[in-house]
């Protein structure tokens, strides 16, 4: 049985990917990561942050999307999937007009209702065959 905790913190996550990842709003890192936020994929937040410019730069229509969430105390999982479009320059990848649809995980550690680590995995297998149309 999933406790009113878990359930906020999926709610956090979630209006974390949405406000951060689809609406592009960088700023909101300060409303929902923890002062003492560590980065477990790219590094700091400004690394995330850089990650996250270069993705909107390749792909401004990006869109992400939760397939499955899971709570377990202070851990939150989620499987989801990257839509987009390349059509803007992709660490040093020129635009191809491919379009991907790769599937990625976020692992996040929620403590007083904010996100105090992240680690993630994406194929970017799939996505460097899906852009360049192979």
Known sequence: ????????????????????????????????????????????????????????????????????????????IVRMTVKGTHTGMFFGSAPTGHSMDVTLYRQYRIVDGKIAEHRGWIDMTTMWRQIRGN
């Open 1 to 76: 049985m999933m406790t009113t905790l878990e359930q906020k913190n999926m709610e956090t996550v979630n209006a974390f990917i949405e406000a951060f990842w689809n609406q592009s709003d960088m700023d909101c890192t300060d409303r929902f990561l923890s002062s003492d936020y560590q980065e477990l994929s790219y590094g700091s937040k400004e690394g995330l942050k850089q990650f996250a410019g270069k993705i909107l730069e390749a792909f401004p229509d990006k869109r992400y999307s939760v397939e499955e969430i899971i709570a377990e105390g202070e851990k939150v």
